[in-house]
């Protein structure tokens, strides 16, 4: 400890402390009082005089106003709760609560007892004495003391059953200031004294910058402050330059000396002090006294654990009795510097330490412990092993319960160390008094077993071999059954307890495998055979012994010799282990009867030149005389004679013979044949007869047999023979020559098959014969006809011998074209945003040709697919046998976008303001169908001026006007006209007679000089179901409306604008436009792949001089196959299909396009700017002041790209340039524009179509990048 102080000392802030709290204090001199009370203390107390708050029902909240008003042997009684110095409301951080003289304080009621008794010990810690005032949760207002005793205070003053928490003292504790500070500069008694009562109290979370963190007793300069604490935690306590939780100062001439018994010390901290208890006694005295105290986790960063203490000139000798100190770290984090002692001690009895504390005096039965008697690193309660438990001094402690209100001696018997008593019967450590056998040598399939003794609470054992555990090896006693030799090794057994594990010395187990043997004989006995030899094998080293029917048998080595059949054993033996085995001996010596048989028959023929002899009886069989051939048990003769055969058992030796006797009979017919004569074409067959008659009979190739006769039929001239079979199998052979003239003459047709068609209308068949004349199938005589109809002809040539020959040619193929196919399309032939298919039908085997005008789709063999919104003109012809059909009738087809309209209108407020005009003020919103993101410009004809304001609008109308029109404009959407009758509106609140609606008309592409029909009735509709009638505007010449429908030829090419008004009965209507263009008829179809025409979907004018233009090129000889499109230097090459978008420019009136099927390319000049600006087309005046913006370079090269701007001069313009997903690429922003402004965009890596949102503060525009 150090001992120079500088000018304004420690000592001088606790006298100007003192100043403070005395002149803040709320401590009333205690009035003598001769019958003792008990005031009432409650959180919610109604009773604003805390001196008649005698009663539960009549208590107040005023604590300390209870104690001030309390005399000399009055309680106060406190209730669960939270009470703060000064009150609830108090922000002073300078007042504190303060005890009294003969006044005891209770706390942890629940607020109805009517005894001390009463109070359950559990509730202690619910009544809080809180220096957290201000602002909760936020220690920077906190009180400095929560509780700070005056000088006089003595231990008949008791504070009992509270938590002490949130004090934040600067130069004395957070927690308690027990002030029994002397004169200042005095050495001798003062008489000063702070030493009061302190029990069942928790002091949690205080900290202080140069106190304690929770206690400070002061018995500085002659004074005294040696409190009592029983039952009391220090917990969570931390300090700056004081102890953790404790600072005990009698310095000087004091004396500071608590007592303090079943405390306990858990995680207090300091940087400079003790970590738990500084004890300061230099010139004066500070000996605390500690029975049965728990120390854990308390630690200082450069001092003592624990207890720090100096004696400097005075003595400071502690006393621990029945304590434990465990798991706390002092400077360097250090075990040793528990005890941090200068000319001071710690004298410890019954006390239990961390093995390698020093530094304090044994005073006798002080035990040491490496394991933490502790339930857990923050809980001071001893687990069930602990070394404390019945390990103290019952002698020094004399109180009946522990710190946790538990009887402080289990069961009265002898008490434990520490703050609290183990409440049970404690777990010993385990020792192994009698260890296993030092080992053993059995043979395989012995039962082992061998045994541990051991003294202890054990809770398992588990037996291991050679390191790894033995499956249900679980009991002192290791039993192996049936051992193995893979069961040898090393065996131990691990013996498991609450406090600890022993393991056991090693027991050696050998298992010697048993020998192995095999006996085989090489018998049976036979007629050959009559003695066998008995062989034994097995292990090397094995000994062998012998046994029959009769008994044991000599042998030599491993073999016997024996001569009777039975069944022999054999024991081989091997290190004391035995295997046995037996053999079995057979005797095999039936007698053999043989036997002998010819097959088919005993006699030899022409027909069965060879007998088969077959023998039966034995194994092996010798044939004699010689034989023709043996296999087996069977012989080939070819000769007649006696025959015998041996047959041999071969397992026995035993064999028998016997014979048969072969005869022979081979005498053949005498055969003639003659014909019955010569042969012509006219006497086309001659009889053949074979003699002698009854035989059987085999005529040569060529010869038909009549029946199973000795006749037979030829048709041609030659030799031919029979062939006479006897009974016996012998023939003979008789031939015959037949004579004439059947020479048949040759014939061909040249070619033999051809084939007609559109291109081969007629064939040529020439026919080639040897000799003779010829007539055709047709009658012709000629060598060579001409045929035009598909069919088989033939030719016929005859010979002079009256022979004929005739040949065929097929000829197939047609020249008549192919019907025309059958178009039909699915779904219909007009829909909305859905795609049409059309599928050609009657061309079965031949092959399909689109021709699709007002724009292109996907073929696919016979069926075609448009995808995108348009007026469409669709016919097919089919290919056959190189003909081609007429081209099928031209199918109309329609699909219609989703279109931008006023669909109503929803009246909001309509309000009289000028009675004799009619004047109303009308507010409403429009509904509208097909928006889009894009703003929406809104008007009313005459009555509002253009406007992209949101609704609802406000107008002023007067009921001569009770119908007005609205109009509605969005980028990409033609206009929408609304008539909305408001007049009806305001009389009613809603509209009776609703207007027509729309969902718009989409573009439409037409061909010059071909039927067009439009029926206005697929796009407008009456809500109240009334017949509706149509105006059309801007029709171009040839076409007109009728009725409903716009129909016609259209004459002439170009874009208009077509304004269409759908009007009810009651003169309400709706109107909106849409572009048509008529495109040019090429004159002469193309007879392949071509781009034949144009369909202009729309042009807009983007800024001076730069337009929109979105269109779709039409192809003929449409094949299926990807279509590559592309625009010379303004669009890369795509196989995406139209309609495609361009900004382009006046200067470059006219375009390329081009496009590639399969090796087909096909270009087409396309002037786009005659189209967007045709005779008599209205255009748009524009203004100088429009937004231009123009990308120098599109598609863009590189990571930069340069924009051209003009038309925003002085404004604010922002740039925003993002992918196709929404992500930012880049944006930037310019301030004030100049006339023209040229900027360059950094693109980074991104690639692909890139949108650039240019803005002013009254204008937009977006442009398309591309960045390949």
Known sequence: MTHSLPSFSRLGLRMLSLLLLLGTSLV????????????????????????????????????????????????????????????????????????????????????????????????????????????????????????????????????????????????????????????????????????????????????????????????????????????????????????????????????????????????????????????????????????????????????????????????????????????????????????????????ATYSLFETGITNYSNGGNNLTTAVSPFVSDTDTRLNACAPAIDAGNNAANTTATDLAGNPRRYNGGTIDMGAYEYQGDPNFPISIIRQPASGSAVCAGATVITSVSTTGTVSAYQWYKDGQAVSGQTSATLMLPNVQPAQSGSYSVVVTGACNSVTSTAFSLTVNAPPTVDLSNNGPLTCA??????????????????????????????????????TYTVTASLNGCTSTTTTSVTSNTVVVTATLAASPSTTLTCAQPTLTLTASGGDTYRFSPNVAAQTGNQATVAQAGVYSVTATNTATGCFSTTSITISQDNAAPSASLVSSGPLSCNVTSATLTASPNGQSYRFSDGATPIGTTNQATVTTAGTYSVTVLSANGCSSVASVTVTGDQTVPTVSITPTTAMLSCTAPSVVLTASASAGSLIWSTGQTTASISVNVAGTYSVTVTSSNGCQAVAQATVSGTTDAPTAPTLAAAPATTTT??????????????????????????????????????????????????????????????????????????????????????????????????????????????????????????????????????????????????????????????????????????????????AYQLQLTSYFTDPDGQALTFQASGLPAGLSLTGSVISGTPAQTGVSTVKVTAIDPGGLQVSTSFQLTASPMPVTPPSGFAIVGVSTVSCQVIGAGERQL???????????????????????????????????????????????????VSTYRYNWLSVCNPTGRLGLGEAESVLVVRVLGNPVYGNIAEVEISGASGQAVQLNLIDMQGKPVHAQRIDQAGAIERVRLPLGNAKGQLLLQVSTATERRVIKLLKP
């Open 833 to 1010: 945003n859905q795609p049409i298919t059309v599928t050609a039908s009657g061309c079965t085997g031949g092959t399909i040709t689109w021709t699709a005008l007002g724009g292109t789709g996907q073929a696919s063999g016979n069926t075609y697919t448009l995808t995108q919104p348009g007026n469409y003109t669709l016919s097919a012809s089919c290919s056959l046998n190189g003909c081609t059909s007429s081209p099928s009738a031209p199918l109309a087809l329609q699909i219609r976008p989703g279109g931008f309209a006023i669909t109503g209108v929803s009246m909001v407020n309509c309000e009289l303001f000028d009675e004799a005009k009619g004047g109303y003020r009308v507010q409403f919103t429009p509904q509208y169908t097909g928006q889009t993101s894009d703003p929406i410009s809104f008007s009313v004809v005459n009555e509002l001026a253009t406007t992209t304001a949101p609704a609802p609008y406000s107008l002023r109308l007067y009921t001569d006007n009770p119908v007005i029109t609205l109009v509605a404009a969005q980028a990409g959407n033609g206009e929408a006209r609304f008539a909305y009758n408001w007049r009806a509106s305001c009389q009613s609140g809603t509209s009776p007679n609703r207007p027509p609606t729309t969902a718009g008309i989409p573009n439409q592409t037409i061909v010059e000089g071909q």
């Open 529 to 566: 055979q009559t003695s066998v030899t008995l062989t034994a094998s097995g292990t090397s080293g094995s000994t062998y012994a012998f046994s029959g029917p009769g008994g044991p048998i000599t042998s030599g080595g491993n073999t016997a010799s024996v001569s009777s059949p039975g």
């Open 28 to 347: 009333v001199q205690a009035q003598s009082n001769a019958t003792p009370a008990i005031r009432y203390v409650r959180t919610d107390g109604p009773n604003a005089n805390p001196a008649t708050a005698t009663t539960w029902a009549n208590s107040t909240a005023n604590l300390q106003g209870a104690i001030n008003a309390s005399a000399a042997g009055d309680q106060v009684w406190v209730a669960a709760g939270t009470y703060k110095p000064g009150g609830d409301a108090n922000s002073n951080r300078n007042v504190s609560f303060s005890m009294k003289n003969g006044v005891a304080i209770y706390g942890g009621f629940a607020g109805t007892e009517g005894n001390l008794s009463q109070r359950v010990p559990a509730n202690a810690l619910a009544t809080i004495l809180s220096g957290d005032i201000g602002i909760v949760g936020n220690s920077a207002d906190n009180s400095y003391t929560v509780i700070s005793n005056p000088r006089g205070l003595t231990n008949s003053a008791v504070l009992d059953g509270f938590l002490i928490t949130g004090g934040t003292g600067v130069n004395n504790s957070g927690g308690m200031y027990n002030n029994g500070l002397g004169d200042y500069g005095s050495t001798s008694s003062s008489g000063f004294v702070c030493s009061p009562t302190v029990r069942n109290c928790s002091f949690q979370g205080n900290s202080s910058l140069n106190g304690a963190g929770a206690m400070d007793n002061d018995g500085t300069y002659a004074g005294a402050s040696s409190p009592v604490l029983i039952n009391c935690s220090f917990q969570g306590n931390s300090s700056l330059n004081g102890a953790g939780a404790m600072d005990n100062d009698g310095s000087r001439g004091g004396t500071s000396s608590p007592v303090l018994t079943n405390c306990s010390f858990l995680d207090n901290s300091t940087t400079n002090g003790g970590g738990a208890i500084t004890n300061d006694g230099s010139r004066g005295a500070s000996s605390p006294v500690l029975t049965n105290c728990s120390f854990l986790n308390n630690s200082s960063r450069s001092s003592a654990g624990v207890i720090q203490s100096d004696g400097f000139g005075g003595t400071s000798n502690s006393v621990m009795t029945n304590c434990i100190v465990f798991g706390n770290k002092g400077n360097g984090g250090l075990l040793q510097n528990t005890f941090y002692m200068s000319q001071a001690s710690v004298s």
């Open 1110 to 1160: 979105t269109f779709t090129p039409q192809y003929a000889g449409v094949s299926g196959a990807p279509i590559s499109f592309s625009v010379v230097n303004e669009l890369r090459p795509t196989t995406e299909p139209g309609p495609y978008t361009l900004r382009l420019y006046n200067d470059n009136p006219a375009i390329t396009l081009s496009a590639q099927q399969g090796s087909a």
